[in-house]
């Protein structure tokens, strides 16, 4: 403290000074900027348009952009603080190899030269296919489009996957089986127009506070809410349904059981557009209200009154989240979902669609540009015509376009394990806090030959495992395009430039192509994304992905463009939904009602690990705070993690509120929890946010994946609840 | 572009106004103009401007509110405060039964009071209730950072940011209304839930007395909260603030430890001398007088510490018709003036000394009983009662006497049999007090009770053997001059542990706060 500080004669006035923006009037002077800089949220999936404040080469504040279709000016409180992500303490700043003496900085040739070596000498001995990579769904589609050649057209192997079969993977098989592609067939303006809105494990309150906010426009809507939790979502329904962990498939079943039952169905649209439906008829037979009453814990009245309501509904809208994902049940959950909308008529229509709400900023550019489980542009890699199509727009052999996917991530780690992969990239993620059952990943990362983690942040408890690091730019520091839930293409610019030596993960690749002497065959003359951009939109044209219409000038005057957008397409601001004709991406073009069964889920609690517990967000933190634990506001208004658990639980294990408690499972032990009692957790069950490293729920889960999309389920896995012993912190 | 109520009603009427039009018309443009325009959504601002007799307020609606704390992250980014500094902040109630439970959101920034405890307690004028909008503004130039205000809000508002070593507080965005622009938390609010209205002042004034405060929301008290709050229709009747059981000891204030402690063994001194004096004794009397004086000096020099803006200090004399900050201020300046006479005439032994002395124990009773009463505010319960009062001049009684003793002044015996009455009255109002703590109804007395009978018990026994064995066992029962010194260091050591337990235990009234810790409450 300064001596005028300490007497008293500085208060820093002018730190604490006020001023007028032309913009956004009187505010903090330090906080208004030389420039505001139009961009979209890196964040979730939601998509709110933004703009950055710069001053002086620095990201100042941040202001929700009034004009865009879908925040219309309002930010959650993650995105209202995000410029504090770019000057993070701990951004990565400088290439970092491992030497005798831990990380040690070296050059960017240096670093792309010796990862392309080791890649290529671990290829050589061990076949192409024994390099994975792991990547993300943060970044931009330019990038994935970019990524997705360069791996597996240029580094040749196909065990590539990303983060994103940690989140939507069950959505998106979900979909692929159902209509015969991926992508989310309505759009938020359901949200406003639906009478029935029906939200099975999705706490948008919390986790998508911008969509509550269209969901609350709509004046007329019934809301029901499914979820085990007594969530701010759920507390606001008109109608909560407190399933059983994990009993939501029986659920849907037996609300499919009673609108067929009831001749709530549209038997006109089930003719004309689905086929299986007898199949389906037979299979929802023995899902009889009693019994689903029984497996869910449902009340018989309450699933006839959902039924009733979302059967007589003139546009129903179902969403859902990691409720329904994070199962090894999620894709068949998803197709009972589609089931249930089809049968109803209630897809394709304003108001009306089976709603995935998607998890990162970017997971639906990975799944529409991306390489990983299907070919870009949604084409299929079991299809001769799509490779054929794909190679003739790249100008390659055709053999050279690979005829089935690689590993799926959790498929990679095992793989890692058995040897048969022995180099790994990863890519914007941060698996040590992300991925299940923390033991087995972290055993595979310390048992990989070469590890290179890029991200943008240094010291992440996984780069502190790499053998390289690679610097990246972040949100903020680059340009190019999101995919939001909705389908909607918005742009994202770069407000300041990279810190250190950090690169963003398009030069970051194209340099890594010039390594692998493949930059001229793969990204002939790119320079900018924008080269990315205009490739991709060849590619995506005919697809149902179709961006051929689309420019960075008009997605930016527009606040973003969602597909199908062709070229020639007349209206780019209008609300578009899919298969609004009927109309399906499967051979014969009509949806396919798929008999699903429920079953329980893997781990049921027994005497030694009584509790079923259940993972989750709270509003200030994402993902794996990698950013938000960067971000002071946020970490003081959301410090540190807890364990939710029903107050009679806690009066038997002698457990006071603020007691602090540890998690423990056949596999590990969450140490130093804070206890909440509290009543929006059922007895039996207990609730810890997935966010903290030094409080790592996947100490406790489980490696249990769904067999179709390989999505962990990170929901329910059995566990006890100890008082924390001293000592042991 | 919308009116600007406020500028409206302050030309009209004519009255003298915080807000100069000139500054606002300077510095807008007419970008700013259409720019906020488009931004106050109508609802949330009110659609004309104050009459006479109205002022604004904030209505909040708990039904609406998701507590995703926008607000929070919005009023810091305006005013570009330090994340340990919240203006607005958001609380947490719940209640019912799994699965119908109800979690509803408290989002407070300053309630705009109608008798504004911040405003008549601050002893240097840096509040001020505007006239035109009734909202409370504060100055940091004015303030000196002696965090009185914080004490005396039953609501947590103002709050002191050690960096700049001055009090800040929720202005309602007082500049951006003047722009035509409403607060950054009711504009960063997705659902609404926050809004700016107008209240009628005498209406208010006359309903806010009868109604009842809904659980988790602070009670009312002469401050008169202007926030109005819609509540859910459907909280159970269980419904509680979900950080009640979470008590953590208060900021112990060392400086005013010091500084209280001090000043009452110099009063008690200065009182016992006199006595002694007037009783006919002349030992060492001007010694002792002098050290006394010394100690009282020190704890000056002390509670200068505490403000965050020491050089300033002098200000604190000005609100003396209002503030008992400032009325200590004053007393304590006055006793030390007549108590450096006092100590002259005793050392040179010019006449008069006894009507100067009257007067010095006079101005220093004054000053203790003005001290206690600073602390005698509804928003710390633990301190509002008479016994603070008591406690105060107790330990100048008990430590006078065992000082003078300890100096070689007057009969060490009946100085003795003096201190130990003391101590022991002193340990009937402990007893008291505790007893107080445990047996109210009030939840910030039960957490004080909590918290000394649990992370604090220790410290509490050996503040209660401190007294005994300092102020009662070696007195009584040694007569070496030296244990005389030791028995006086003891029972001091005694108070100032038991003044540190005053500061620490004092669990505050404060709105419902976040379940997770580290939230200011």
New interface residues.
Partial sequence: MSLR?????D???E??A???D??????????IPDRWVRTTCGYCSVGCGMFVGVKEGRAV?VRGD?DHPVNA?????KG??EHETIHAANRARFPLLRGRDGLERVSWDDAIGTMVRKFREVQASYGPQTVGVISTGQLVTEEFYTLGKLVQLGLGTPNYDGNTTLCMSAAVAGYKRSFGSDGPPGAYDDLERADVIFLIGANI??NH??L??RL?ANPGKTLIVADPR?T?T???ADL?L?VKPRSDLAMINGLIHIVIARELIDREYIAAHTTGFDALRESVREYTPERVAEITGLSVENLHRTAWLYGNARAAFIGWTMGVNHSTKGTETVNAINNLALITGNIGRSGAAPFSITGQCNAMGTREAGFTSSLPGYRHFASAEDREDLAALWNVPVEQIPTARGLPYPDIIEAILDRRIRALWIIATNPIVSFPNLGVLRQALETVDFLVVQDGFHPTPTSTLAHLVLPAAIWGEKEGTYTNSERRISKVNRAVEPPGEARTDFDIFLDVAAALGCRERLFPGWTTPEDAFEEWKRVSAGRLCDYSGMTYDAIEALGGIQWPYPAGHADAAETRRLYTDGRFQTEDGKARLLPVTWEPFPEQPTSAFPFVLNTGRT??HWQTRTKTGQV?????????A?LEI?PRDARTLRL???DRVDVVSQRGRIRNL?L?M??????GQVFVPFHWANANANQVTQSAFDPISREPNYKQCAVRVERTQRGTV | MIALPLLKRATEDGVTFLLTPARAASSTSFTVATALAREATPARMPPRALAPGEQYRFHFDMATCIGCKCCVVACNEQNGNPAAINWRRVGEIEGGWYPRTQRAYLSMGCNQCLEPTCLSGCPVDAYAKDPVTGIVLHSADACIGCQYCTWNCSYGVPQYNPERGVVGKCDMCHGRLALGQTAACVSACPTGAIQIEIVKIAEWRAAASASAPAAGVPAGDQSLSTTRITLPVDLPPNARAVDLLRVAPADPHWPLVAMTVLTQLSVGAFATIWLLQLLGASTRLGVAALTSLAVGALALAASTLHLGRPIYAYRALKMWKRSWLSREVLLFTAFSAVACLYAAALWTGLPGGVLVGALTVALGIGGVTASACIYCVPSRPAWNTPLTLVQFNLTAAMLGPLFAAASGAGNPRWLAIVSATMAGIILVVLTLRFFRLSASDSVELQASARLLSTTLASRLVVRGVLLVVGAIALPLFTADPLIRWVSFATALGGETLGRYLFFISAVPKHMAAPYLGSEAA
Wanted: charged fraction near 25%; include cysteine; proline fraction near 11%.
């Fill in positions: 500080r300490a007497l008293g004669l208060t820093r006035p730190r604490y006020y001023a007028v032309p913009t956004i009037g009187y505010t903090a002077r330090r906080k504040s009034l000016g309002m930010l959650c409180p209202l603080s309150a919390d506070p911008i509550w906010q609350e007594v701010k759920a507390m606001l909560h407190p509003v200030e002071p506001i946020l970490d003081r208004l959301s410090p540190n807890w029903n006071k509120p603020f804070e909440r509290t009543e929006t957790v059922a007895t």
